[in-house]
């Protein structure tokens, strides 16, 4: 298949059943919907899962898939609605501290570091992500797609499918909020 045809003809390709299109799109998007899944989950290897997950349910639908849309909007709304069923089967979310651990006995060990101030900035990181996954889920989810991947205000709002007003008010609120709670740490 020629490389240079168009994201559009991938997709029209696709809806008619085309797999090696559907293919080509995975290879176009699969960077950008693994650090999409793991901004989610925080776990590597679930991340990997959802994202192909994902693919696998996005081919399943593509007849539905709407021409002139925007493929990525299309499939983060599926990705998001497996996160969301696979962080309920999950009663509660774990963070996997291990590796973590790991690090910081191996810096501790090291001469060339000042392991409390390494051990410091591991702590107020977990504390960080710890106070952003205790937000509700729409402030954390906007935090996530803005400031950790960087998606635009008009990107955002459309995979959410809400006006660029809202995604605005409610990242400084979110904003906010965690400011406030990462007070009590910063100021300790």
Known sequence: MNDNISEQSL????????????GMIVKLYM??????????????????????????RAYRA??????????????????KNLFLNW???????????????????????DD?????????RIE???ILWNEINSLDSQKREIIILKDFQDYSYQEIADMLEI??????????????KLKDRMKVYINE
């Open 11 to 22: 997709l029209e390709l696709s809806k008619k059943g085309d797999k090696e299109a559907f």
């Open 31 to 56: 960077k950008r919907a693994y650090f999409s899944a793991l901004a989610l989950t925080h776990s590597e290897d679930d991340a990997l899962d959802l994202s192909q997950e994902a693919f696998v």
């Open 62 to 79: 593509i007849r539905s898939f709407k021409t002139g849309m925007k493929f990525f909007t299309w499939y983060y709304r599926i990705l």
């Open 87 to 109: 962080k309920r089967d999950r009663a509660k979310f774990v963070n996997d501290y291990n590796e973590k651990k790991e690090n910081l006995i191996e810096l501790i060990e």
């Open 112 to 120: 060339t570091h000042q392991p409390e101030i390494e051990y410091a």
């Open 124 to 126: 107020l990181n977990n």
């Open 163 to 176: 006006p660029v007003g809202t995604v605005m008010s409610r990242l400084y609120n979110a904003r906010k």
